[in-house]
């Protein structure tokens, strides 16, 4: 059996020109990157021929160490309807390096249901991490330079809120101290890390509309308080200018393909549990605007991706779903249920039977709460029973919802056909009734306390003492009513990552809120959320080499 890179190494990949040509890209508006990539311009949004398409949201229950496969769906479902004669473009995150060489692995989807070229994509791509890590660590540059000369601004190094970044999982920078060695080298001060992932320069480019927006966005960050505690931003830093010249390229999406030359606009990166788990408004945008239908994914479960392309993304840009997607396996059902990851391939009804609420919940809050007509798509596994198949229907029935097989991994576009017919047939009869899951201009403490419960099913929300004193300094600050992007762990509907299921009888602990400004969002840290994660026991860049040829093996 081949492995995923090695089917990626092998694809008969088509020259971009050709991908873009098919949409009907303008050539004056394509950017190559070699033959099998490239940027487009903004300008291409322009084009008065082509009108906006149906899209459809992908999202997953809650992850598992089994393993769920959401974006290698998307990619098989955009596969899969473009076989059936519909113009389908895919629009995805691009991968972050902290993942990739961490414990996750690639993230350009699997086996036949890929976007290519896989080595770049989940590598260095066309530099636009690097263009985000190099932006935030510019202004944290110029923040320790203005205090090194003078400190006209009178910031409070104790009360600096901006972190450097860095696209990798390095537990050892979480928390460290800087601007040692005398005084030519700086103010000694604590500071710590984010992954880039993590950085609100990613969050700002990935909501960005324009290179205006982007640089009134970069001039609103909110990089710490004055020794009055009056909040200080990049703009009296004046770098948002260098920052936006740093990220000017980086705005444009970038375009590539699926396997099966399905185009697929593949751009930012934001994480889902620490930040809004979206690609960019510009790429989703693009594939609307080229395809009659889109489809697109958010990161992890349907409680934190689905829930912030929701309420963020699509309160900030005026997008709204068709449709939507819940991906699920019969194996993390029953791990869900209590079966150790080694006994999963043996069938058990009972323990399914346990597991399946927390698919249910997410289906419910696709349906009822953001009122988007949905199916489940199971990813088979060769060890799933029809009896485990039949249960998952049956139960999936009782909210009004089908279930269609995906074998897009094993079969490409092929093994999505019943689920493309499923999207379909809702987007020709089941119209959206979409909403967010609090209105705009709801109070920081309001909105979070309604995730946790109308999203999460929380009896309520436990505000640290210290999370208390900052949503009243942001509510005097003029930031008490924006939206607000929850960082809690992935794998569970509470902020205990060890409790599985579909819990009940449980508060979410807030312990920090700060203010994203630029990116128009106020974060509120759960639990033992962290924004820069570390390496496991054994990280997949263990398994990574390249040979005398410039062959990489590994990369899954």
């Avoid at 969050?203 to 710490?224: F, N, P, Q």
């Avoid at 936006?244 to 444009?252: G, N, P, Q, S």
């Amino acid at each position: 059996m081949l492995s995923d890179i090695e089917i990626a190494q092998a694809a008969e990949v088509e020259d971009i020109s050709t991908i873009a040509s098919r949409l009907g890209i303008p050539s004056d508006d394509l950017v190559p990157y070699g033959h099998d990539k490239a940027k487009v311009d903004l300008a291409a949004l322009e084009n008065p021929s082509n009108t906006q398409g149906k899209l459809v949201l992908v999202t997953a229950m809650s992850p598992t160490p089994a393993g769920e496969g959401k974006t290698t769906t998307t990619i098989g479902l955009a596969d899969a309807l473009n076989r059936r004669g519909h113009k389908t473009v895919v629009a995805l995150r691009e991968p972050s390096l902290g993942p990739v060489f961490g414990i996750k692995g690639g993230a350009a989807g699997g086996g036949y249901a890929q976007v290519v070229p896989m080595e770049d994509i989940n590598l260095h791509f066309t530099g636009d991490f690097h263009a985000i890590g190099a932006a935030n660590n510019l202004l944290a540059a110029m923040i320790d330079n203005h205090i090194k000369q003078g400190n006209e601004l009178g910031i409070d190094p104790r009360r600096i809120t901006w972190h450097r970044c860095v696209d990798m999982n390095d537990r050892q920078l979480r928390h460290v101290v800087d601007g040692l060695g005398g005084i030519a080298n700086g103010v000694p001060r604590e500071d710590s890390y984010d992954i880039t992932v993590a950085s609100e320069v990613m969050a700002v480019l990935c909501l960005a509309t324009s290179i205006r927006d982007l640089k009134e966005r970069l001039g609103r960050i909110v990089i710490g308080y004055t020794y009055d505690r009056r909040p200080v931003t990049c703009a009296q830093i004046k770098a948002e200018g260098a920052m936006c010249a740093l990220l000017k390229d980086a705005l444009k999406p970038n375009l590539v393909q699926t396997l099966e030359h399905t185009p697929a606009f593949v751009h930012g990166g934001p994480f889902a549990n620490i930040a809004h788990g979206c690609n960019s408004v510009m790429a989703t945008r693009m594939a609307l605007h080229y395809g009659d239908i889109a489809v697109t994914e958010a990161g992890f479960g349907a409680d934190l991706g689905a829930e912030k392309f929701c309420d963020i993304k699509c309160r900030m840009s005026g997008l709204a779903p068709d449709a939507c997607v819940v991906v699920a396996t019969i194996r993390s059902l029953k791990y869900n249920g209590g079966v150790a990851k080694d006994e999963l391939n043996a069938e058990n009804l009972e323990a399914l039977s346990q597991g399946l609420p927390n698919l249910l919940r997410h289906v419910s809050n696709m349906q009822d709460v953001f009122g988007l007509p949905t199916v489940v798509a199971i990813n088979r596994f060769p060890s799933d029973t029809e009896e485990e198949i039949a249960l998952v229907r049956a139960e999936c029935a009782k909210l009004g919802v089908n279930v269609a097989l995906s074998e897009v991994w094993a079969k490409g576009g092929e093994g999505g056909l019943e689920l493309a017919d499923e999207i379909v047939r809702l987007l020709n009869t089941t119209p959206a009734h979409f909403s967010c899951s609090y209105p705009t201009d709801t109070p920081i403490k309001e909105a979070i306390e309604i995730v946790a419960q109308r999203v999460y099913h929380a009896e309520g929300v436990d505000f640290t003492p210290a999370a208390q004193r900052q949503m009243r300094q942001l509510e005097q600050d003029g930031f008490g009513a924006l939206p607000v992007c929850i960082a809690k762990t992935q794998y569970s509907f509470t902020d205990d990552q060890k409790r599985l299921g579909a819990p009940e009888d449980f508060r979410i602990t807030v312990r920090d809120v700060h203010v994203a400004a630029g990116a128009g969002f106020v974060v509120a840290l759960t639990g033992a959320i962290m924004t820069m994660p570390g390496l496991p026991r054994h990280p997949a860049a263990e398994n990574i080499d390249v040979d005398d040829q410039g062959r990489i093996t590994g990369l899954f």
